[in-house]
């Protein structure tokens, strides 16, 4: 009786885990340890986030960068915790060497932390980053993509198509080939 009554738990609370990520889902809804996902398929939410850009032989200028400046292109956008750090610094080179094919694909890369401008300018000069990092230091950004566990953003990433429309995301990410598992995904998704 105990082992049919343990089993009828776990039956009860398995629907909660999708494959051991911390998803719940419901019926429009999922949500993840961040918070409440967007939908696929529906409008990316919003943002307007200062940062810094390359700027071309190594250098980088602040900038502020808002979802309106990727219309016509397909978008990146991948959170991660902190600079530095050995997860985010394997993520963040596996965009670099693929950057070249994100770019030919007509798709921008574009990463979110709470780290600010100067932490971005150190992180990028020190791993020749050639793409923009955005600062999100209260996760408002972070937590409309269910992002946020403060004080860090969640190792989330998003793919934004030209119309700015949600087409894919990837939960608790392994940062060691992620960059290829997404432009795998962008190319189905372009090529579809």
């Given at each position: 009786m105990r082992r049919r009554a343990l089993l009828q738990a776990l039956a009860a609370?398995?629907?909660?885990?999708?494959?051991?990520?911390?998803?719940?889902?419901?019926?429009?809804?999922?949500?993840?340890i961040g918070g409440t996902l967007p939908l696929l398929n529906q409008p990316a939410p919003?943002?307007?986030?200062?940062?810094?850009?390359?700027?071309?032989?190594?250098?980088?200028?602040?900038?502020?960068?808002?979802?309106?400046d990727f219309g016509?292109?397909?978008?990146?956008?991948y959170f991660y915790?902190?600079?530095?750090?050995?997860?985010?610094?394997?993520?963040?080179?596996?965009?670099q060497q693929d950057l070249a094919a994100f770019k030919a694909a007509?798709?921008?890369?574009?990463?979110?932390?709470?780290d600010d401008a100067d932490s971005h300018a150190e992180f990028c000069s020190s791993e020749g980053l050639a793409f923009?990092?955005?600062s999100d230091p209260a996760g408002k950004v972070s937590r409309a993509y269910g992002s946020w566990?403060?004080?860090f953003s969640q190792r989330h990433t998003f793919l934004i198509d030209p119309a700015g429309v949600l087409r894919a995301n990837w939960l608790a990410v392994r940062p060691s080939g992620h960059s290829v598992e997404v432009l795998t995904t962008l190319q189905g998704l372009q090529a579809g």
């Amino acid at each position: 009786m105990r082992r049919r009554a343990l089993l009828q738990a776990l039956a009860a609370v398995a629907p909660l885990y999708a494959g051991g990520l911390g998803i719940i889902s419901f019926a429009r809804r999922a949500e993840a340890i961040g918070g409440t996902l967007p939908l696929l398929n529906q409008p990316a939410p919003d943002f307007s986030l200062a940062g810094i850009a390359p700027a071309g032989k190594g250098e980088v200028v602040e900038t502020r960068l808002q979802l309106a400046d990727f219309g016509g292109s397909w978008l990146v956008l991948y959170f991660y915790p902190r600079d530095f750090t050995g997860g985010c610094t394997i993520e963040a080179r596996g965009f670099q060497q693929d950057l070249a094919a994100f770019k030919a694909a007509g798709t921008a890369v574009v990463g979110v932390s709470a780290d600010d401008a100067d932490s971005h300018a150190e992180f990028c000069s020190s791993e020749g980053l050639a793409f923009p990092l955005l600062s999100d230091p209260a996760g408002k950004v972070s937590r409309a993509y269910g992002s946020w566990i403060a004080p860090f953003s969640q190792r989330h990433t998003f793919l934004i198509d030209p119309a700015g429309v949600l087409r894919a995301n990837w939960l608790a990410v392994r940062p060691s080939g992620h960059s290829v598992e997404v432009l795998t995904t962008l190319q189905g998704l372009q090529a579809g």
